[in-house]
């Protein structure tokens, strides 16, 4: 393997540059000089054969080739760091590390038990949680970076992907107690009653590959009358739709523990309502124990209808 010209210091520098901007301000945060810092950066720009920064009276901004390079930085920072981590637990006694991520923050709700019985059955393997990987699971899994991955949607194998289904997740809208459909106890709309309505969903949620965005699509390329995007995290699109302040889209399994308090009412969208496959993805050939455990844990403590839904107490 050829050894790199890039060295960590070079990596810190990129990282503290491209978060601070300045030279000076990047040189306090590493406990170096200026003109110490400044020439790290000469003699990197030396060794690639070119600038990687325009000056900028007091700004240093990045060529093309120096946004490459730094991004690369802050992986590479982000992965050493991650490693350091991993080996100091099992240093301390540790048997392994398995790294997990799931494409929806909603999954953090009920993987939380999950893990606690898991760690129960398996108590010298430490499980993490890489929640950057959620975005692209399958380049974290190639570069072994991530061990097992909760995908939705088409998830599909390749020669060195194994994606196996998991549970069917129907999404349900979600509105307050004073909202019409709450009060007239409407068990379904149509897709495009959505359209009239004011709606708190994530980023996501409206992408055209996604369960509400093909059904939207297909009523005659509808938009909601207004779509506020927030983090589907931290209750706040419930509490919004509590208000009565609009309608929110999500799992069924999500939001029942929250029915049964009352100020919500759930209705099916569609006459056969919106659903989202979910399924585990892992680098395909044989598993270590520690791996196929975590996957058979997954089977049976699923939210879904085959698995044992985990409620809230």
Same mark, same amino acid.
């Given at each position: 393997?050829?050894?790199?010209?890039? !060295?960590?210091?070079?990596?810190?520098l990129?990282?503290?540059?491209? !978060?601070?901007?300045?030279?000076?301000?990047?040189?306090?945060?590493?406990?170096? *000089? %200026?003109s110490?810092?400044?020439?790290?950066?000469?003699?990197?720009?030396?060794r690639?054969?070119?600038?990687?920064?325009?000056?900028?009276?007091?700004?240093?901004?990045?060529?093309?080739?120096?946004r490459?390079?730094?991004?690369?930085?802050?992986?590479?920072? *982000?992965?050493?760091?991650?490693?350091? %981590?991993?080996?100091?637990?099992?240093?301390?006694?540790?048997?392994?590390?398995?790294?997990?991520?799931? %494409?929806?923050?909603?999954?953090?709700?009920?993987?939380?038990?999950?893990?606690r019985g898991?760690?129960?059955?398996?108590?010298?393997?430490?499980?993490?949680?890489? #929640?950057?990987?959620?975005?692209?699971?399958?380049?974290?899994?190639?570069?072994?970076?991530?061990?097992?991955?909760?995908?939705?949607?088409?998830?599909?194998?390749?020669?060195?992907?194994?994606?196996?289904?998991?549970?069917?997740?129907?999404?349900?809208?979600?509105?307050?107690?004073?909202?019409?459909?709450?009060?007239s106890?409407?068990?379904?709309? !149509?897709?495009?009653?959505?359209?009239?309505?004011?709606?708190? $969903?994530?980023e996501?949620a409206?992408?055209?590959?996604?369960?509400?965005?093909?059904?939207?699509?297909?009523?005659?390329?509808?938009?909601?009358?207004?779509?506020?995007l927030?983090?589907?995290?931290?209750?706040?699109?419930? !509490?919004? $739709?509590?208000?009565n302040?609009?309608?929110?889209?999500?799992?069924?399994?999500?939001?029942a523990?929250?029915?049964?308090?009352?100020?919500?009412?759930?209705?099916?969208?569609?006459?056969?309502?919106?659903?989202?496959?979910? #399924?585990?993805?892992?680098?395909?050939?044989?598993?270590?124990? %520690?791996?196929?455990?975590?996957?058979? #844990?997954?089977r049976?403590h699923?939210?879904?209808?085959?698995?044992r839904?985990?409620?809230?107490?």
């Amino acid at each position: 393997m050829p050894s790199p010209l890039v !060295e960590t210091r070079h990596l810190l520098l990129l990282a503290a540059i491209e !978060e601070l901007g300045s030279l000076n301000a990047a040189a306090r945060k590493l406990h170096l *000089s %200026a003109s110490a810092l400044s020439q790290q950066l000469r003699e990197l720009e030396d060794r690639l054969g070119g600038p990687l920064f325009h000056r900028q009276w007091r700004r240093l901004e990045p060529t093309s080739a120096g946004r490459r390079l730094t991004e690369a930085a802050r992986s590479v920072l *982000s992965e050493l760091v991650r490693a350091e %981590a991993e080996t100091r637990e099992l240093l301390s006694g540790a048997s392994g590390t398995l790294r997990v991520a799931t %494409a929806c923050l909603q999954s953090y709700r009920w993987l939380p038990e999950l893990l606690r019985g898991f760690s129960r059955d398996w108590p010298g393997l430490e499980v993490t949680i890489v #929640a950057e990987a959620g975005e692209a699971p399958t380049e974290w899994l190639l570069s072994r970076r991530l061990d097992v991955a909760l995908v939705a949607g088409e998830a599909r194998p390749g020669p060195r992907i194994q994606v196996e289904p998991l549970f069917r997740d129907e999404l349900v809208a979600v509105v307050g107690r004073e909202h019409a459909w709450a009060t007239s106890r409407r068990k379904e709309v !149509e897709v495009r009653a959505l359209a009239e309505e004011h709606v708190w $969903v994530d980023e996501g949620a409206l992408a055209a590959h996604t369960p509400l965005g093909r059904a939207l699509a297909k009523a005659g390329n509808l938009s909601p009358r207004k779509a506020t995007l927030i983090p589907m995290t931290g209750g706040v699109a419930l !509490e919004m $739709v509590r208000a009565n302040l609009g309608v929110t889209v999500l799992p069924q399994w999500a939001v029942a523990p929250w029915l049964s308090e009352g100020g919500l009412h759930a209705v099916r969208v569609g006459p056969r309502g919106l659903w989202l496959d979910w #399924a585990v993805a892992t680098r395909a050939g044989e598993r270590e124990p %520690a791996l196929s455990a975590f996957v058979d #844990a997954l089977r049976a403590h699923h939210p879904g209808p085959r698995g044992r839904m985990i409620r809230r107490r």
